[in-house]
């Protein structure tokens, strides 16, 4: 293979007249028009300059270019860096600044904002939507067919970025072979054909929306309802008519608060995947009650894709991600790397061909985490039970997933320590009913001044996207604190956590 990506995932549709997506509007895109699609994307970015083993930074709505955007860069050998719809400026600024990126996309709404960021970072701008953009233009007169470029599995075919709880983000490097692995253990492993519909309502800027689901459909030949987002309606509409749904926990709870949603509806699915937050043993027993159908939970990672899974054939253990995927090899340690005994309670280390390259430009921070023996550590804290079942039980770190992103509570308190009358913060994660946690803010106010909570919240709504603002906020006099003098946010989680 002159690219193994590219013609693992993509290349074997080219002719192919089937469905593979199903457009709210009632269009459809074949697997033929998709790849077409990609190779007038792939010249359009040729035109603006861009090349082989060049990163390009994409904040774009979900819509059918920008999937065939991420194509069109494993054709043409570019890195594709996606990034969350709901960052600001601010936070814009440093992805593209830090990853190099030779081209900076966005919404076509923001044009002015972005230009901006990609002035100030050297970057090229293109706009592009569900309607258009100028990159879209140009890839409109473009040839629908493009030379392959020729990788190897081991160049890097995406970049993610993740974070840390006391720093910068991290830009987790992904390689051809990263993908590649992961496409073809899950779709054998959940049994995707292509007969398969899948219920797509997740966003494509993450892991699951674009290199699990999309990734697997494709290897399997199959076809995607290709839903914006989360719509309740929707989804109902539609699963009639599809086979299969990869969620977050929200998307379930939401569904069990619909009286629509019953045995009758879901007669015809034969799978729902849960996965990129914890889904509450609760939830798993009332959607079987409700549909028969016993929810298939995995775990996964930025940095590795997907980890583990509960068994599509065999028993799906409320509470548990399953047992670590065929090709991967995970391991509970202690703080040393010690591997612990089954039953105990460690950080998680896995190895595998899904596990990534390391971190853009920070050595030190790679070598920290991704061992010289392979293994990396994830920093989650769990337990593997006497049949390799892996119960995630915690984090090491204080990451807050709700609604399936990712929080690092640090950022959010470099905001609000510099609010007028703060004098200290602490964020942490509490239970949520339908986003799995919440971010709630602990203030403690510089002498005896008076903290404005709502002046707070505009102020971190400027800063901040939404999903990460803190839902509630509490004042007191002062934090807890063990001996050395550190925040002890147990007790904070414990306090708050009802």
């Not at 320590?417 to 106010?445: C, F, K, R, W, Y």
Request: a negative charge; glycine letters at 10%.
């Amino acid at each position: 293979m002159t690219n193994p990506l590219y013609d693992t995932i993509f290349a074997p549709h080219a002719g192919k007249q089937t469905p593979f997506l199903y457009l709210p509007d009632g269009s459809v895109i074949t697997h033929d028009s998709f790849v077409r699609r990609a190779a007038q994307l792939a010249h359009a970015l040729a035109g603006y300059g861009v090349g082989t083993g060049d990163r390009i930074a994409v904040q774009v709505e979900k819509c059918p270019d920008m999937l065939a955007l991420y194509a069109a860069c494993a054709q043409a050998g570019i890195i594709f860096l996606p990034l969350n719809t709901a960052y600001t400026g601010a936070e814009l600024a440093y992805f593209v600044e830090d990853s190099g990126a030779k081209l900076l996309i966005g919404d076509p709404a923001r044009g002015a904002e972005l230009q901006g960021v990609a002035d100030k970072a050297g970057a090229a701008f293109a706009t592009l939507d569900a309607r258009g953009g100028t990159l879209s233009d140009a890839a409109d007169g473009q040839a629908d067919t493009y030379e392959t470029v020729a990788r190897s599995g081991d160049d890097l075919a995406a970049f993610l970025y993740t974070s840390g709880t006391t720093g910068r983000s991290k830009g987790a490097m992904l390689s051809q072979n990263n993908l590649i692995s992961n496409a073809k253990t899950l779709t054998d492993l959940w049994r995707f054909t292509s007969d398969d519909v899948l219920l797509h309502a997740l966003p494509i800027f993450h892991t699951h929306g674009l290199f699990v689901a999309t990734n697997v459909m494709l290897v399997a030949g199959g076809a995607m309802a290709f839903l914006p987002k989360l719509d309740i309606d929707q989804l109902i509409d539609w699963m009639p008519r599809a086979t299969a749904m990869m969620g977050v926990p929200t998307f379930y709870t939401r569904l069990l608060d619909d009286a629509r949603f019953d045995r009758a509806l879901t007669q015809d699915m034969r799978l729902f995947i849960s996965g990129s937050a914890p889904l509450l043993s609760d939830t798993h027993v009332a959607f079987e009650a409700r549909t028969g159908h016993r929810i298939l939970e995995r775990y996964g990672m930025t940095e590795t894709n997907m980890n583990t899974s509960n068994p599509y054939d065999g028993y799906r253990r409320a509470g548990t991600v399953g047992l670590p995927l065929p090709d991967v090899a995970l391991k509970v340690c202690d703080a040393d790397g010690t591997e612990l005994p089954r039953g105990e309670t460690g950080v998680v280390e896995v190895r595998g061909p899904n596990v990534f390259q390391g971190y853009w430009n920070m050595p030190e921070k790679t070598a920290e985490e991704l061992r010289g023996d392979g293994f990396f550590i994830t920093g989650d804290l769990g337990v593997q039970d006497a049949d390799g079942y892996v119960t995630i039980v915690g984090r090491g770190k204080d990451l807050i997933i709700s609604g399936g992103y990712n929080i690092y509570p640090k950022e959010l308190e470099l905001v609000l320590d510099t609010q007028p009358g703060v004098l200290e913060s602490a964020v942490i994660g509490v239970p949520h009913p339908d986003l799995g946690e919440m971010p709630l803010a602990v203030l403690v106010p510089e002498g005896g001044a008076q903290i404005d909570i709502e002046a707070i919240g505009r102020a971190v709504a400027d800063d901040l996207a939404r999903f990460k603002q803190p839902r509630r906020y509490e004042i007191r006099e002062s934090l807890p604190r063990n001996t050395m003098g550190k925040v002890q946010k147990a007790a904070l989680r414990s306090e708050y956590g009802a």
